[in-house]
């Protein structure tokens, strides 16, 4: 297991970890995802031994620990992942002359601004895992000056866990679905914002001490609804390809109790990754036609 000049991916089996090896894979870049078996983020000690033993060019963290509910109850388990060991990676990466990009979350703002945020809003997280990703932003931000910490929100992809594959297995199984309509936000594509991350990997490893593309951007992609207009945009794209769904009805987070409190706006204004990177998601309605696309089998 070697990669010198490469790019080291933390994360395998994630929504970001398999869009980012998909991307790095077209353009025909060296990379090496590992998984947590290979990479555990709780273990420090193996962290720093990994990285100094592989001495990639560039560090991407898509690791984390991203169960936000249960965070509630595991604080230290998800602060030893998303926190102390993002800072670790960071450190490690800095120790063999690597930049890193770091990818954290819009649950480290409370969702009381009345419209988007940007990068230098305060922060005030709702929950332990907004918490722990916020104390991993500084942790990293600390160890390693080459860092690119990038914020994104409602991240959807054909593989593991997210509310499109949610919505479109309740679609399957039921007549009526509740959904929140009082949390607004950018549902994401890891796709998207896989292409994005190598787009500032060629810019980061073609002029690594150029500090002015260094710091922390939103990455969403482009536009913003509500959990109740993005299940309407999935049941509708489920409909035209022939798939049984179910009627949303609009309800309100006071009627969807969770164990952890979730922001009621989470719209990131992404104009600073333009501004500075010319890098732009495209529009969420674009991003999900596509993920319906690999999920749904049409008949013929
Ligand atoms: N999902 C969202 O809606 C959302 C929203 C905002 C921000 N984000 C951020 O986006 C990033 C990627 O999220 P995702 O949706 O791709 O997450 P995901 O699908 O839940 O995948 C989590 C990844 O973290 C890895 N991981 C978990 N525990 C680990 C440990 N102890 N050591 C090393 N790796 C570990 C997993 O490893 P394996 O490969 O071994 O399974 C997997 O690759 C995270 O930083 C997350 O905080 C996500």
Same mark, same amino acid.
């Given at each position: 297991?070697? $990669?010198?000049?490469?790019?080291?991916?933390? *994360?395998?089996?994630?929504?970001?970890?398999?869009?980012?090896?998909?991307?790095?894979?077209?353009?025909?870049?060296?990379?090496?995802?590992?998984?947590?078996?290979?990479?555990?983020?709780?273990?420090?000690?193996?962290?720093?031994?990994?990285?100094?033993?592989?001495?990639?060019?560039?560090?991407?963290?898509?690791?984390?620990?991203?169960?936000?509910?249960?965070?509630?109850?595991?604080?230290?388990?998800?602060?030893?992942?998303?926190?102390?060991?993002?800072?670790?990676?960071?450190?490690?990466?800095?120790?063999? *002359?690597?930049?890193?990009?770091?990818?954290?979350?819009?649950?480290?703002?409370?969702?009381?601004?009345?419209?988007?945020?940007?990068?230098?809003?305060?922060?005030?997280?709702?929950?332990?895992?907004?918490?722990?990703?916020?104390? *991993?932003?500084?942790?990293?931000?600390?160890? $390693?000056?080459?860092?690119?910490?990038?914020?994104?929100?409602?991240?959807?992809?054909?593989?593991?866990?997210?509310?499109?594959?949610?919505?479109?297995?309740?679609?399957?199984?039921?007549?009526?679905?509740?959904?929140?309509?009082?949390?607004?936000?950018?549902?994401?594509?890891?796709?998207?914002?896989?292409?994005?991350?190598?787009?500032?990997?060629?810019?980061?490893?073609?002029?690594?001490?150029?500090?002015?593309?260094?710091?922390?951007?939103?990455?969403?992609?482009?536009?913003?609804?509500?959990?109740?207009?993005?299940?309407?945009?999935?049941?509708?794209?489920?409909?035209?390809?022939?798939?049984?769904?179910?009627?949303? $009805?609009?309800?309100?987070?006071?009627?969807?109790?969770?164990?952890?409190?979730?922001?009621?706006?989470?719209?990131?204004?992404?104009?600073?990754?333009?501004?500075?990177? *010319?890098?732009?998601?495209?529009?969420?309605?674009?991003?999900?036609?596509?993920?319906?696309?690999?999920?749904?089998?049409?008949? $013929?």
């Amino acid at each position: 297991m070697a $990669n010198p000049g490469g790019v080291l991916i933390a *994360g395998r089996n994630g929504q970001v970890a398999l869009e980012l090896a998909r991307a790095f894979a077209a353009r025909a870049q060296p990379f090496l995802a590992l998984g947590r078996s290979e990479l555990d983020l709780a273990d420090s000690a193996t962290v720093e031994k990994t990285v100094v033993a592989l001495r990639p060019a560039i560090v991407v963290n898509a690791a984390a620990y991203t169960a936000v509910d249960m965070a509630e109850d595991q604080p230290e388990l998800a602060t030893a992942i998303n926190a102390i060991g993002a800072g670790c990676l960071a450190r490690s990466a800095y120790r063999v *002359g690597a930049p890193i990009i770091h990818i954290s979350t819009d649950y480290v703002f409370d969702g009381s601004k009345p419209a988007p945020y940007v990068e230098t809003d305060a922060t005030s997280p709702l929950g332990i895992y907004g918490a722990s990703k916020l104390e *991993g932003e500084r942790l990293v931000a600390d160890a $390693n000056s080459r860092h690119v910490i990038l914020r994104t929100a409602w991240v959807f992809s054909p593989h593991g866990h997210n509310f499109v594959k949610t919505m479109l297995r309740l679609g399957r199984e039921r007549e009526e679905i509740g959904v929140v309509a009082d949390q607004k936000g950018a549902p994401t594509s890891a796709a998207d914002l896989a292409d994005a991350v190598v787009a500032l990997t060629d810019k980061i490893l073609g002029a690594p001490d150029r500090s002015d593309q260094y710091g922390i951007f939103h990455a969403v992609n482009s536009g913003a609804t509500t959990w109740y207009g993005f299940a309407s945009a999935i049941m509708s794209g489920a409909r035209r390809r022939g798939s049984k769904t179910a009627h949303i $009805n609009a309800i309100a987070t006071a009627d969807f109790p969770t164990r952890a409190r979730r922001p009621a706006n989470s719209i990131l204004d992404a104009s600073k990754l333009l501004s500075v990177h *010319g890098i732009v998601l495209p529009a969420w309605e674009e991003a999900l036609e596509h993920c319906l696309d690999d999920l749904i089998i049409q008949p $013929n």
